[in-house]
């Protein structure tokens, strides 16, 4: 069975892409820490991100970093956080948090509600930057 990351990286459920290639999907998280938080998975259904073998996990990690400077020149912000905790879904995936301060990735925070205007809106500003 298909992970709910794998059916939006199909296309099958919608979302706010940001960039994908043949081997990773990055899109906005619907339950943002703050504005322009993304995710960014590989289409190769893993459930725990050290269990990908070290070349895709290093491509990854440049594939990520690459939205992270799209997110950086959209989104005033000081840095882009990296966080991976991988217990909400079984499918690796990266979180990138543009932070103001350290306390933005702290994932106890209310999260905010966007509406689909402002997130299409925030999606396309970084999409344009990639």
């Known amino acids: ?25 990055a899109f906005l998280d619907i339950s943002p820490l703050t504005k322009g938080h993304t995710l960014v998975i590989p289409r190769q259904e893993t459930d725990y991100i050290f269990d990908l073998d070290d070349a895709l996990l290093a491509e990854m990690t440049v594939f990520a970093k690459k939205v992270a400077g799209a997110i950086k020149a959209a989104v005033p912000c000081k840095r882009i956080g990296v966080a991976v905790i991988g217990l909400e879904v079984p499918h690796a995936h990266i979180h990138l948090v543009p932070l103001h301060s350290e306390g933005d990735l702290n994932f106890s925070n209310p999260k905010l509600s966007l509406s689909a205007a402002e997130m299409a809106l925030i999606a396309e500003s970084i999409r344009c930057k990639f």
């Open 1 to 25: 069975m298909a992970t709910i990351f794998s059916k939006i990286a199909s296309g099958e459920i919608p979302s706010y892409k940001i960039a994908e290639s043949d081997k990773f999907y």
